[in-house]
T-cell receptor, first 111, second 117 residues
Framework: GENVEQHPSTLSVQEGDSAVIKCTYS??????FPWYKQELGKRPQLIIDIRSNVGEKKDQRIAVTLNKTAKHFSLHITETQPEDSAVYFCAARDSSYKLIFGSGTRLLVRP | GAVVSQHPSRVICKSGTSVKIECRSL??????MFWYRQFPKQSLMLMATSNEGSKATYEQGVEKDKFLINHASLTLSTLTVTSAHPEDSSFYIC?????????????FGPGTRLTVL
């Protein structure tokens, strides 16, 4: 089955700097890769996603890149703000529409 | 956007009792819903896939007789934790699949925090 690895587990950046979180997946049949932001005690919120027919997608300060050959995808947050502090999860969707999640990255943006 | 609700938001129960958690899609119909559990500071672990009108598909290691799932309508799936024990204490989150094969995504409910005494 699908296996998703995520790095780093924690990331601390200064406000205004960029943050990058990386994930790898194992199943070449996976074709949809969402990123979720989860604040303490809250639901995961979809922040951006990418499908296997594109290599990059951007939405304001957030971008995601996908390398199908290497089976890895990354989340890029530019001009980070304290409110970006949260846990971020990547996921890969397998052929049965199940999302397999990475282990999460705790992002701390220092004011 | 797609809204998914869950009820209750938190529940405390005694060991041995059963607890039912409801997951509803409020503004769309969901043929497929998913149930996850999340331990503190850990990732979301898929428990089962709930399909409207058919039996749920459970992930390896998840006891189907302990975690009963019913997806009786296109807007409601329920998870019943039977004979709950302290080790069942966790954050249970549902999600609903929206869209077609090439455009679908999943939206999550707010979660239910279960504490078994």
């Amino acid at each position: 089955g699908e296996n998703v690895e995520q790095h780093p587990s924690t990331l601390s950046v200064q406000e205004g700097d960029s943050a990058v979180i990386k994930c790898t997946y194992s199943d070449s049949a996976s074709n949809y890769f969402p990123w979720y932001k989860q604040e303490l005690g809250k639901r995961p919120q979809l922040i951006i996603d990418i499908r296997s027919n594109v290599g990059e997608k951007k939405d304001q300060r957030i971008a995601v890149t996908l390398n199908k050959t290497a089976k890895h995808f990354s989340l890029h947050i530019t001009e980070t703000q304290p409110e970006d502090s949260a846990v971020y999860f990547c996921a890969a969707r397998d052929s049965s529409y199940k999302l397999i999640f990475g282990s999460g990255t705790r992002l701390l943006v220092r004011p | 956007g797609a809204v998914v609700s869950q009820h209750p938001s938190r529940v405390i129960c005694k060991s041995g009792t059963s607890v039912k958690i409801e997951c509803r899609s409020l503004d769309f119909q969901a043929t497929t819903m998913f149930w996850y559990r999340q331990f503190p500071k850990q990732s979301l672990m898929l428990m089962a896939t709930s399909n409207e009108g058919s039996k749920a598909t459970y992930e390896q290691g998840v006891e189907k007789d302990k975690f009963l799932i019913n997806h009786a309508s296109l807007t409601l799936s329920t998870l019943t934790v039977t004979s709950a024990h302290p080790e069942d204490s966790s954050f249970y989150i549902c999600s609903a699949r929206v869209g077609g094969a090439l455009t679908d995504t999943q939206y999550f409910g707010p979660g239910t925090r279960l504490t078994v005494l």
